[in-house]
């Protein structure tokens, strides 16, 4: 699939110049700091040293103090509390903290409610609330989701239970009457900070709790391994707040990582060295960040935001997906290794068959798309079958996207309803697109990137029909091609120990603060260029006419260029610049993101 190659806007060259000679660095790295709005002298000092110390106050969310008045009273009138949770990694990773938090601070009656993903679906449910009030509990306090409960929130005030809501996602016009509805994207919510995890907004929850009642900041360290899983795998920007508490998560997952995650690396293979870095034990093949698992990558560093969507987040969300997400969140609450194996394991084996019900469900999905025309010719691609696996369709809503390049629902039958999960394409709000089509909806919800959706089955295809003419209209042709938006051009020579040095400590990288991406021109390989993998190349990179050091570079999924390149002719490169070690021995390599050769040599 061809890609567009966008150059982002230089930053101000005055200010570029500036904050160059304050750094004492080179204009390249300055020039990436002014694109990520880091103009001055102080904010660099932030940027590179995060401190907690910069977090909001909490109390700036609209509602905190009538939850944190909500939650002391029930600790000090012993009242149970409910800690209610999605099933999905920002779910269960917020109901762990909230929930270990509680019982730390000396409060014993607290349990915790994970939604059958089939039974009861996303969200707050009549049946969890059923539960709330059945199991005596006078407080429920509702993760990552919520914020669209009006009727369920109604039923939990007629029997008396009350609820605080701690939620990220888009509000309608109409709030649940709930006892404190936290969520950043309110509009009558002034937090300086919109884009927080549902983990996000529990753990300003229990700084809120903690602060209220003279408890030093400091016990709240050591939740903030469960925070940075939820940034990572929710895919929120890593800006702002989530950038420190995403700074300070790795640090502990390296350094000190609850028996759980320790345990789900374990069943990785990925083991913990004392030195806080991670090695592949035994020896072996894995996907680390790429998506391709037949390349053998040498592992022996410290953890990344990469490590914890690709390793840690699929197997957290496997439980849920296959079974139920409340083992997800007994493993992450559990105190013992032992017990933590024993969990692990039982998550990896719903893990491999998360990986088989999703590759078949996929090969499926292709070939509905293959044998019917209209799907091929679509502007959008929504496919359908009953017996499809709900807790895959949303990893094949991705992959169908990685082929198509286009929005994407993918739907199944549950509980006598159509329900799916979509995924859009840069620039297109896939929310705003279906909340075009909700009049023939039960219920949807979600983001600008991805989102969940229900219907009653006779208005589905009045539903594929809307939903296509909404993403026709909407969609531009630039939005039709996959897009690699790249940083800066340089040239190799401008690379060095010193310049990846620094360039390293703009991590932790993810949305919003993407690994730099560099664009290379006139460049040829060595001679010794081969083909590894199923079709990957690895070579070894300088430039055509300018004097540079030669370069080991690695392009997944680039072997179809490997003839041209083999004839020693010029071509470009866009690519991260990583670090690669073999024989105890760090050098720099280019991972190769897309290659371009010139129009006439084509």
């Known amino acids: 699939m061809q890609k567009r190659w966008v150059l982002k806007e230089r930053g101000n060259p005055e200010k570029v110049a500036a904050l160059s000679a304050e750094l004492g660095i080179g204009p390249v790295l300055a020039e990436l700091l002014v694109q990520r709005d880091v103009n001055t002298f102080e904010e660099a000092k932030d940027f590179f040293r995060p401190s907690l110390d910069q977090l909001h106050d909490p109390f700036l969310m609209k509602d905190m103090d009538k939850a944190v008045e909500r939650v ?82 109604k039923k939990a005030n007629e029997y008396g239970v009350d609820f605080i809501i701690c939620d990220h996602h888009r509000p309608d016009d109409q709030l649940p009457e709930a006892v404190a509805v936290l969520d950043a994207k309110r509009p009558d919510c002034n937090y300086p900070f919109k884009e927080l995890s549902g983990c996000g907004v529990g753990f300003k929850l229990i700084q809120a709790i903690a602060s209220s009642k003279n408890i030093p900041f400091t016990i709240l360290n050591k939740y903030l391994d469960l925070v940075v899983v939820s940034i990572a795998s929710d895919i929120v920007p890593i800006t702002g707040e989530n950038r420190i508490l995403a700074y300070f998560g790795l640090q502990l997952i390296n350094q000190n990582p609850r028996p759980g995650f320790e345990a789900i690396l374990r069943y990785s293979n990925i083991i913990r060295k004392p030195e806080g870095t991670y090695i592949i034990s035994p020896p072996q093949t894995i996907t680390n960040g790429n998506g391709f698992d037949d390349f053998p990558c040498i592992f022996n560093r410290e953890l990344t935001i990469s490590d914890m969507v690709f390793l840690v ?95 994407t629902i993918v739907l199944t039958q549950s509980n006598g309803l159509v329900t799916g999960s979509a995924r859009s394409i840069k620039d297109f709000d896939i929310y705003d697109a279906i909340d075009e089509c909700s009049e023939l909806l039960e219920h949807f919800g979600g983001h600008k990137y991805a989102a969940g959706l229900s219907m009653k089955p006779e208005n589905l295809e009045a539903f594929i029909a809307k939903f296509e003419g909404v993403v026709k209209k909407g969609l531009t042709e630039d939005m039709l091609s996959p897009e690699v938006e790249i940083d800066l051009k340089i040239n190799l020579n401008e690379i060095g120990p010193r310049f990846y040095k620094v360039l390293k400590q703009f991590a932790p990288f993810g949305p919003g603060n993407m690994s730099p991406v560099f664009q290379t021109d006139g460049v040829i390989d060595n001679g010794y260029g081969r083909i590894v993998g199923k079709n990957h190349l690895k070579l070894t990179i300088g430039h055509h006419e300018i004097a540079s050091p030669p370069f080991a570079a690695i392009a997944f999924q680039q072997g179809d260029h490997f003839n041209y390149i083999s004839q020693g002719k010029p071509f470009s490169i866009c690519y991260h610049i990583e670090e690669n070690e073999w024989n105890n021995q760090k050098s720099i390599q280019l991972n190769i993101k897309d290659i371009k050769i010139s129009e006439k040599e084509v």
């Open 72 to 153: 002391i009273k029930a600790i000090d009138n012993k009242e149970k509390i409910l800690v209610y949770g999605d099933y999905d990694v920002d779910g269960t990773t917020a109901v762990s903290l909230v929930y270990t938090f509680l019982r730390e601070i000396g409060h014993d009656t607290v349990d915790y409610y994970i939604p059958d993903r089939y039974s009861e679906g996303y969200g707050i449910s009549f049946t969890g609330v059923d539960f709330a009030h059945e199991e005596g509990f006078g407080l429920v306090i509702a993760l990552d989701c919520g914020i669209k409960a009006i009727e369920k929130i």
């Open 313 to 407: 987040g699929p197997r957290i969300n496997a439980a849920g997906r296959i079974e139920s997400g409340r083992n997800s969140v007994k493993l992450l609450v559990c105190e013992t290794n032992e017990e933590a194996d024993t969990i692990a394991q039982q998550i990896n084996d719903f893990n491999t068959t998360r990986r088989d019900l999703d590759a078949t469900t996929t090969d499926m999905a292709m070939d509905a798309i293959k044998t019917d025309a209209r799907l091929r010719e679509a502007c959008s691609t929504v496919v359908y079958h009953k017996d499809w696996h709900k807790g895959v369709i949303g990893i094949v809503a991705s992959r169908l996207i990685e082929t198509y390049y286009r929005p």
